[in-house]
């Protein structure tokens, strides 16, 4: 046991928990919750959000490209200290359209029928720029992605938005 915090039942029994240092961290900053950043946002910044089905498939994908790559970085960091210029090409892989797509089309079937509607939404918008280093057939499904983790997000659904990346991570490593 690297680390244990002995906590005082309400009978005066003790008993041991393990602690991450996420934990520790999350104890420390006053976090208690690690899945609750769209709740400490709206809280510190007194948001009434509204429905976010009431968003756009762009406007989902718009923040769902935050999510999805905040997602991607915190990976990167959690290899340790390195070149930035290196974090930025690693990072980039991940979030091009052409790695977005397929990662959606791999795990598209794994999908709830509700992720699935939201995805075609973000699929089917009409793009106001035209993808860098994609066709428009990678570049409308790599928004329906970001539509979904935009979505998700806002559904306050972040163990499924981890779920969702890891499964198109596997996807494209295998």
């Not at 509700?114 to 499904?141: F, I, S």
Request: hydrophobic share 35%.
């Amino acid at each position: 046991m690297d680390e244990s915090v002995m906590n005082r039942m309400e009978d005066g029994t003790e008993k041991s928990t393990e602690k991450s240092t996420a934990e520790e961290v999350s104890e420390e900053i006053g976090c208690e919750n690690q899945d609750s950043f769209l709740q400490n946002v709206k809280e510190q910044f007194h948001l009434q959000m509204p429905d976010p089905l009431s968003y756009s498939g762009l406007a989902l994908a718009f923040v769902g490209d935050g999510a999805y790559e905040l997602v991607i970085r915190t990976l990167i960091a959690g290899r340790g200290n390195m070149q930035v210029k290196k974090m930025h090409r690693m990072c980039s892989e991940l979030v091009k359209a052409p790695a977005q797509a397929a990662m959606v089309h791999a795990i598209f079937d794994r999908l709830t029928k509700e992720e699935q509607a939201v995805c075609k939404r973000g699929h089917n918008t009409k793009p106001h720029t035209k993808a860098k280093n994609a066709d428009m057939e990678e570049y409308l499904w790599a928004t329906g992605l970001e539509a979904l983790c935009g979505w998700l997000y806002l559904t306050g659904q972040q163990q499924r938005l981890m779920e969702v990346i890891h499964m198109g991570m596997d996807a494209l490593e295998s």
